[in-house]
C-alpha cells in the first residue's frame, strides 16, 4: 500500500483480555520495528524484525508481550493478560533496511479498562 | 550504550519567532541521526536526516547540523509558523547496535500568532 497500515485504530477492551494489534507496512520494506508510545512520554521501542527474523526482542516489556511477522510483511503483536499499564498507542514502523528512515503508521491507541 | 537527550518542553513561540530544539546524542558507533515531527491527530513522519558528521539536513525551512565534536543534531528555523505547531523528537540509528532506533522524549512546539 501507500503507507504503513496499522489496525485496529482504537482498541478497548477489558483488564485481563488479549488483545493482537496489525501492521501492515509499505510493500519491499523488509525493516519493520514497533513502539509504544504514553501519554506525556517519548517512543519506547519494543522489537525489530528484519524480514520474518527479530534480532533484537530487548524492548518487550514483559512475557505477556509477543510479536511474530510472515511473509516478510504483516506483522502482529499480542498482548496477553492486558493491564491498565498497557494503555498507550502502539505504533509501527517500517524502511527499507535497518538503519534507514522509518516510515510510521497512525498507530494503534489501545485502551485497557 | 545509545540514548538521545532532548530538551524539555513544551515550546511556545510567537509566529515568526527563531526555533532551537537542542538535541544531544551518545552512541558507540557511528550513528545516522534523524529529527521526526508529529502533527496533531497524525502520526509521525521524517523531517530530515544526516548520516555522517558536519552533514546538514534540511526540510521546510528547518535545518540541523550533525556534530560529532559536540554530539548535538540541533534542530533550528529562523522563522515558525502557526503550522509548525506539533511535537519534535530527536532520534538516532546505529548500525554497530543492530539498527535499533533511539528516539528522544520529544518537544511540543506551539506557535501562537
Known amino acids: 500500500g501507500a503507507g504503513v497500515s496499522q489496525s485496529p485504530s482504537n482498541k478497548v477492551t477489558e483488564k485481563g483480555k488479549d488483545v493482537e494489534l496489525r501492521c501492515d507496512p509499505i510493500?519491499?520494506?523488509?525493516?519493520l520495528y514497533w513502539y509504544r508510545q504514553s501519554l506525556g512520554q517519548g517512543l519506547e521501542f519494543l522489537i525489530y524484525?528484519?524480514?520474518?527474523?527479530?534480532?533484537?526482542k530487548s524492548g518487550l516489556p514483559s512475557d505477556r508481550f509477543s510479536a511474530e511477522r510472515t511473509g516478510g510483511s504483516v506483522s502482529t503483536l499480542t498482548i496477553q493478560r492486558t493491564q491498565q499499564e498497557d494503555s498507550a498507542v502502539y505504533l509501527c514502523?517500517?524502511?527499507?533496511?535497518?538503519?534507514?528512515?522509518?516510515?510510521f503508521g497512525d498507530g494503534t491507541r489501545l485502551s485497557i479498562l | 550504550g545509545n540514548s538521545v537527550t532532548q530538551m524539555e518542553g513544551p515550546v511556545t513561540l510567537s509566529e515568526e519567532a527563531f526555533l532551537t530544539i537542542n538535541c544531544t546524542y551518545t552512541a558507540t558507533g557511528y550513528p545516522s541521526l534523524f529529527w521526526y515531527v508529529q502533527y496533531p491527530g497524525e502520526g509521525l513522519q521524517l523531517l530530515l536526516k544526516?548520516?555522517?558528521?558536519?552533514d546538514k539536513g534540511s526540510n521546510k525551512g528547518f535545518e540541523a547540523t550533525y556534530r560529532k565534536e559536540t554530539t548535538s543534531f540541533h534542530l533550528e528555523k529562523g522563522s515558525v509558523q502557526v503550522s509548525d505547531s506539533a511535537v519534535y523528537f530527536c532520534?538516532?540509528?546505529?548500525?554497530?547496535?543492530?539498527?535499533?532506533?533511539?528516539f528522544g522524549t520529544g518537544t511540543s512546539l506551539t506557535v501562537i500568532p
Open positions: 524484525f528484519q524480514g520474518n527474523s527479530a534480532p533484537d
Open positions: 510493500s519491499g520494506h523488509t525493516a
Open positions: 532520534a538516532l540509528s546505529d548500525q554497530g547496535t543492530g539498527n535499533q532506533f533511539y
Open positions: 514502523a517500517s524502511s527499507w533496511t535497518g538503519n534507514q528512515p522509518q516510515h
Open positions: 544526516a548520516t555522517k558528521a558536519d
